[in-house]
Nanobody
Framework: QVHLVESGGGSVQAGGSLRLSCAAS????????MGWFRQAPGKDREGVAA????????YYADSVKGRFTVSQANDENTVYLQMNTLKPEDTAMYFC????????????????????WGQGTQVTVSS
């Protein structure tokens, strides 16, 4: 049974950093595709970053390029999202997602393309 658990959220001032973790169970992150999404109140869930190990690719939303980094630790079966130079507009609930098929990286930023979801972790950035 696939299970995802996010952690690492919190409250920081603008310019600060956080590292989110997504611990996976029931499958290996070594071969699965993993994504990070966020959702602010009243807004749609948006793709932040994704990693496709079999394709050797990482993907980022334009709004976070150069500030966020997605990575995976195969020995820990965990995916990370390092977030630097945080801005108030980064405030949202952050979710990790997984797809065991990894068919189409072109749709990585669409929430509907992902099958499994974690419960989310809140990130709040104050100015």
């Amino acid at each position: 049974q696939v299970h995802l658990v996010e952690s690492g959220g919190g409250s920081v001032q603008a310019g600060g950093s956080l590292r989110l973790s997504c611990a996976a169970s029931g499958y290996s992150v070594r071969t699965a595709c993993m994504g990070w999404f966020r959702q602010a109140p009243g807004k749609d869930r948006e793709g932040v970053a994704a990693i496709y190990p079999l394709f050797g690719g990482t993907y980022y939303a334009d709004s976070v390029k150069g500030r966020f980094t997605v990575s995976q630790a195969n020995d820990e079966n965990t995916v990370y999202l390092q977030m630097n130079t945080l801005k108030p507009e980064d405030t949202a609930m952050y979710f990790c997602a997984a797809d065991l098929r990894c068919i189409d990286s072109g749709s990585w930023s669409l929430a509907s393309a992902w099958v499994y979801w974690g419960q989310g972790t809140q990130v709040t950035v104050s100015s």
